[in-house]
């Protein structure tokens, strides 16, 4: 029998790290960015949540569950913020090929995380075995008080920390943000065609900037959930895998709109660990095939979207471009 | 002027074309700054003096003769995938698909490797390895180029894709192939008899990798510049119109070129297993498709050039791994200094493209500028 | 001068694009309560100069003084902030996004969007102006003349008070033509200042109070339009009085090359380009091709060339023994094959003709790299055609590996017919051959054309200007929305009559 109750739950914080990377994503290509530095910024984000925690704890002799939670979300949401300004400052200002500055930025901020994952205590002389932030974990990973009492409703829907929540309502927004206000407007012009947007009055650095910086600050939050509240707080290199580029991948299956992207971070989430719960589960080579599906079903959506050629499901228009004004 | 505080303190210019040692200079420059970064980040991590820290790293890839063959191998191996995406780059098709295609030459010369080691003669086994990398690679690299030809579906995007569900086929054959069961990982193949192993020449494991793959680089130097394909791969890539207008057929060429990148990933993952590891394992291709992306552009898409670019990051590579072990620091560092110094080369290329005009007082540098 | 004071004053206004000289220490008065026509020859500078008033380009040097204070316009939004908005040639539109969503685009105003009573405002402009809307509809589900009117809406949307529309009749039809000016005139009358960039000389005298006329990047002045008339004005656009001479040496043994028969073209958006055009080209004939622009010359040419797919028709080339080859539904490539030497110089030189970033030599290759067994190119024989292109028409360039589009617009486009004449063609179709360029290389142009002619070439010549038209070509056809108007002698037909076709089929009787 097919136990909903524990695969959902399970399914769901799988799915939120790539919720906050899907997210982040779709704000920046809006704006014309496509970002493939994504995988890099979510273990930057990661590694300073963990860098603020980790410093924490060893200066605190207690811990202040306030402090304990903003600590650790600052750091993280100010080395991701760097990561999109120096995104910006070389696609945008020096108006570098997106792909190469993106790809350069994988590398750059894999290598940032797992270094100072790996070097964290030797550089600090701390006197800890290995990064362990279970105190900050705990906070992070609390759920709703009243969760254990509903029974299965309150473990499907109550049981997450409230990073989990934050990516819904997150994605929430951006789906308001994007669709009903004028900002989004002008954010879905600068992406479609800059110099429309620009002869509008639309300050396209601008737009492209803010959107890829708070694009990468909502993707770094992806890597914070990971380690506090998935990982429980332990940091290991390379254990944040490939979700990067799942995030990239589920931008594309949720067609560009952040509350679909809700739903499918889920589906994503469940298809990364369905394996366990099909019954021939002693066959361990299948769950590889498995986890093959997102990235099956993503390329499936990319295709259909292209042959049907209906407008509003297409990728802006300008994405990946630079854009100079005095181009002629 | 009375108003000189609204006015713009400087606009940018796009530039005619540099000389192309001013261009190169601008380009060495940056690398020399980003060494001088990466030297002061080095300091403030370790506390060692910067020339010493570079002494490692020299000394890391060309302190002996074993270490200079290790560097001509990873070398060779970067320059194996950026030949094979360039075709695709000078295109405009944006093949970020790499890693994928090395995995599907590395999985058809490990099948062949595995299935067909007692049933063929060495020789013959050699062969059909090679040609199933190749036609492996090859259909990996077709398949988002037959979409992008006849639906424009967008090739970043799937090429990505790809990667992946690469990487989750060599994850299950793995795991089929096993040895021992329940290993997780598939071991040396064929370790006692080496069948289906590329021969060594010349006393040295990695001389025919580094002799394969300098051939390669010619044959795509002389493709890309002298031959029919590759002045329409050009026009196609400067110009879907002006293609179409002379009668190219783009939809071909898109296929057609993309179907040689992956067959030369292809090539590049048959060396890395019959060549070189003589195992299956997901983490073969080690980023290469992404890294040669980048070494790729800032050869500006030269062959020639790339084997400088290939050889740099591999040193690079290397030389900060080193630095790691020695200051028992972790090896990520090296992806940290390779990711400063490829920011500096993606960043200089705004000074080679572009000048900065400054508002009147700066009209006589400008015209010096040109 | 008027004592009135100028809305835009712009003063030594300079604007380069590389080593060519857009715009030349310009001076340039606009009023409010009058329309100016800006009037030149194509690559005159017009459009340069009024991006710099809309914020799309930045001056070299220069002043601009709004009601005579001084500005600084960097972008389009500072030039809306001080009430200029400027209807480009080119569609500013982002085609995914509903009319509404485009005219309020960028607007200052409430966080959230209030799509209705924005499209209740565009209603009402509507309504008063007599424009048709749908506020909800995407731009890509639109046509061109509807595209157009959301520019204009969105300008008055934004309370524009000085408009500057770039060329806008180029593709409206008469009627949308006539509706616009009256809308113009309402604006003129409410006050605002208007510019209407144009090379239309009926329209200047239609629709404007002044007219300011410039010439290779240069002023060259300007007056109330009722004390001008054409002869003035083409003068002043040119340079000298219109003489111009053109050599026309009669037919060479005319023969059917080329019968085009009941050719219709859609466009992808399914509207009718190309209506049931019928028509022969003659061997040792230059055939013209006139029309407002945009009225099918484009297609017809591309649908012979085998670029444009068809709808229905046929398309024969005729051989010089008589036997005939269907061209409708083959490639370049396939034409190419059946031994059809067809050479196309098309309006587009270094987005279709040419490779921009390509140097002379393999620019010269595009014709003939396939030529020959072997999987190289040769590269030889290329650089020798440029070598001698570059003799023969006098083409400056630093050498042949400089890439063409470094090259000024005249030599970019003797390049490009030197090419494609050395191929000895026997069907030479071009399209707009002279646009942008100098009297000295039109001259040398049409020389090169003559002698094509000369040499038993069926020569299809599409072009804008009719003088020019009514001097080279030996039979001219009219297109008219994509119809045949008809098709008149070169010889000693009027212009007023050629005139008349291009703007009503068959041109009928001009009321007197």
């Not at chain 3, 565009?122 to 595209?147: L, N, T, W």
């Not at chain 3, 770039?166 to 309402?186: G, W």
């Not at chain 3, 020959?372 to 440029?386: E, I, M, N, Q, W």
Request: charge should be neutral; hydrophobic fraction near 45%.
């Amino acid at each position: 029998m097919f136990d909903i109750v524990s695969f959902f739950p399970r399914a769901v914080m799988q799915g939120v790290p790539l919720l906050f990377g899907g997210t982040g994503e779709i704000i920046t290509e809006k704006s014309g960015n496509l970002n493939l530095g994504i995988p890099g910024i979510m273990y930057v984000g990661g590694i300073c949540g963990v860098i603020g925690a980790f410093l924490y704890e060893q200066s605190a002799a207690e811990l202040n569950s306030f402090l304990a939670v903003a600590i650790p979300t600052l750091s993280c949401l100010l080395g991701s913020l760097l990561m999109g300004l120096l995104y910006c400052f070389l696609t945008v200002t020096l108006r570098a090929n997106q792909n190469v500055t993106g790809l350069a930025m994988t590398t750059f901020g894999i290598g940032i995380g797992n270094f100072f994952g790996g070097s964290l205590i030797k550089l600090t002389d701390a006197e800890v075995p290995s990064i362990a932030l279970s105190a900050t974990s705990k906070v992070f990973s609390k759920s709703l008080p009243f969760a254990d009492n509903l029974g299965w409703f309150g473990k499907m829907f109550l049981s997450y920390g409230f990073l989990a929540y934050s990516a819904v309502i997150i994605a929430l927004i951006t789906a308001y943000v994007i669709k009903k206000t004028r900002v989004g407007l002008n954010l879905r012009a600068v992406g479609e065609s800059p110099a429309t947007a620009d002869a509008a009055g639309i300050n396209v650095n601008k737009y492209k900037y803010i959107a890829t910086c708070v694009g990468s600050m909502i993707a770094g939050l992806g890597g914070l959930y990971y380690v506090m509240d998935y990982a429980c707080g332990v940091w290991s290199n390379d254990a944040f895998g490939d979700r990067g580029w799942l995030a990239i991948a589920l931008v594309i299956f949720s067609i560009w709109r952040p509350n679909l992207a809700i739903i499918a971070s889920i589906l994503f989430g469940g298809l990364y660990i369905v394996y366990l719960y099909i019954p021939a589960g002693t066959q361990l080579y299948m769950m590889e095939l498995y986890k093959m599906l997102p990235y099956l079903v993503t390329i499936i959506v990319l295709v259909v979207v292209s042959m049907r050629k209906k407008r509003e499901n297409e990728p802006p228009a300008a994405l990946g471009l630079a854009y100079f004004r005095e181009e002629r | 002027m009375n108003n000189n505080s609204k006015e713009p303190l400087f606009h940018i210019v796009k530039r005619g074309t540099l000389p192309w040692y001013k261009a190169w200079g601008i380009r060495l420059l940056a690398v020399v700054i980003a060494l001088i970064v990466c030297a002061i980040v080095t300091m403030t991590v370790t506390g060692e003096n910067p020339i010493q820290v570079y002494a490692t790293m020299i000394d890391s890839s060309f302190g002996s003769e074993r270490k200079v063959w290790i560097l001509a191998q990873n070398t060779a191996m970067l320059l194996g995938v950026s030949l094979a995406v360039t075709p695709a780059f000078r295109m405009k098709f944006w093949n970020i698909g790499g890693e994928g295609q090395i995995l599907a030459g590395c999985l058809a010369a490990a099948a062949c490797m595995i299935c067909l080691a007692d049933t063929v003669p060495n020789g013959l086994l050699i062969v059909i390895s090679a040609v199933a990398s190749i036609i492996a690679g090859a259909i990996w690299g077709g398949i988002p180029a037959f979409f992008k030809a006849k639906w424009n579906t967008n090739e970043t995007l799937f090429t990505l894709m790809m990667n992946y569900v690469a990487t989750q086929l060599v994850a299950f054959f793995v795991i089929i192939w096993e040895v021992p069961k329940g290993a997780g990982q598939i071991g040396i193949i064929n370790q006692s008899t080496q069948i289906g192993w590329l021969p060594q020449i010349g006393g040295n494991k990695y001389m025919l990798n580094v002799i394969i793959i300098l051939v390669l680089t010619v044959a795509v130097y002389i493709y890309l510049n002298y031959s029919k394909h590759g002045y329409e791969l050009s026009v196609v890539g400067e110009s879907e119109r002006t293609a179409r207008y002379v009668g190219i057929k783009v939809e071909k060429v898109i296929i057609r070129t993309m179907l040689l990148s992956g067959a030369i990933c292809g090539i590049v993952g048959f060396l890395l297993v019959s060549g070189t590891d003589h195992t299956l394992s997901t983490s073969l291709s080690g980023g290469r498709g992404f890294t040669a992306v980048m070494i790729s552009w800032l050869a500006k898409f030269n062959p020639i050039i790339m084997i400088f670019a290939s050889m740099l990051l591999a040193f690079l590579d290397k030389g900060a791994s080193a630095i790691s072990t020695n200051f028992g620091l972790n090896h990520s560092f090296s992806d940290i200094l390779t990711g400063i110094i490829l920011f500096f080369i993606i960043g200089c290329e705004f000074f080679i493209s572009y000048k900065l005009s400054f508002r009147k007082s700066a009209g006589k540098e400008a015209a010096e500028n040109v | 001068m008027d004592n009135k004071n100028a809305a835009v004053k712009m003063r030594n206004i300079s604007k380069s694009f590389g080593t060519v000289k857009a715009n030349d220490k310009i001076w340039l008065d606009i009023y409010r309560g009058e329309i100016l026509a800006l009037l030149g020859e194509n690559g005159s500078g017009k459009t340069t100069l009024m991006n710099m008033l809309s914020g799309i380009y930045f001056p070299d040097e220069g002043e601009i003084f709004i009601d005579d204070k001084e500005v600084v316009i960097r972008s389009p939004k500072d030039a809306l902030n001080l009430g200029i908005g400027m209807i480009h040639q080119h569609f500013k539109l982002v085609d995914v996004l509903t009319a509404t969503e485009n005219i309020i685009l960028g607007l200052e105003g409430k966080g959230k969007l209030d799509l209705k009573s924005a499209a209740k405002k565009i209603r009402e402009i509507c309504d008063a102006y007599g424009f048709d809307v749908d506020p909800d509809q995407h731009i890509y589900e639109m046509s061109v003349s509807q595209k157009q009117t959301v520019e204009i809406v969105k300008v008055l949307y934004r309370g524009a008070d000085i408009l500057i529309l770039d060329e806008p009749t180029a593709v409206l039809t008469p009627q949308e033509t006539d509706k616009l000016f009256a809308v113009l005139r309402n604006m003129r009358d409410a006050g605002k200042a208007i510019v209407i960039i144009t090379h239309k000389m009926h329209e200047v005298e239609d629709l404007s109070d002044r007219v300011a006329v410039l010439r290779h990047g240069q002023f060259i002045g300007d007056m109330p339009t009722k004390d001008t008339n054409a002869q003035e004005m083409t003068n002043m656009m040119v340079g000298h009085a219109v003489e111009l001479n053109i050599d026309r040496p009669d037919p060479v043994d005319p023969k059917p090359r080329v019968e085009v028969k009941n050719l219709t073209v859609r466009s992808i958006d399914g509207i009718v380009k190309l209506d049931d055009v019928s028509f022969t080209a003659n061997s040792g004939e230059i055939l013209g091709i006139a029309g407002i622009s945009g009225c099918g010359q484009k297609e017809l040419l591309e649908a012979i060339a085998g670029l444009q797919p068809t709808e229905s028709g046929s398309i024969s080339y005729i051989k010089d023994d008589g036997s005939r080859e269907e061209l409708l539904g083959k490639d370049p490539l396939s034409i190419a094959d059946l031994g059809v030497v067809l050479s196309f110089v098309p309006e587009d030189r270094l987005g279709m003709g040419l490779v921009a970033n390509m140097d002379l030599g393999d620019n010269m290759m595009l014709r003939s790299f396939r030529k020959g067994k072997s999987v190289f190119t040769d590269r030889k024989s290329p650089r020798k055609l440029a070598e001698n292109v570059v003799d023969e028409l006098d083409v400056v360039t630093p050498g042949i590996s400089t890439p063409v589009r470094r090259l000024s617009g005249g030599n970019v486009q003797k390049v490009l017919v030197g090419r494609e004449i050395a191929s000895a063609p026997t069907v030479l179709l071009t399209a707009y051959a002279v646009r942008g360029l100098d009297i000295n290389s039109s001259y040398t142009i049409y020389d090169l054309i003559n002698r094509q002619k000369q040499k038993g070439v069926a020569v299809i010549y599409v072009g804008e200007d009719l003088d020019v038209l009514l001097e080279l070509c030996d039979r001219i056809l009219v297109l008219c929305g994509g119809k045949v108007s008809g098709i008149v002698p070169g010889r000693g037909a009027k212009k007023r009559e050629v005139g008349m076709m291009m703007t009503k089929l068959g041109g009928e009787k001009a009321d007197e």
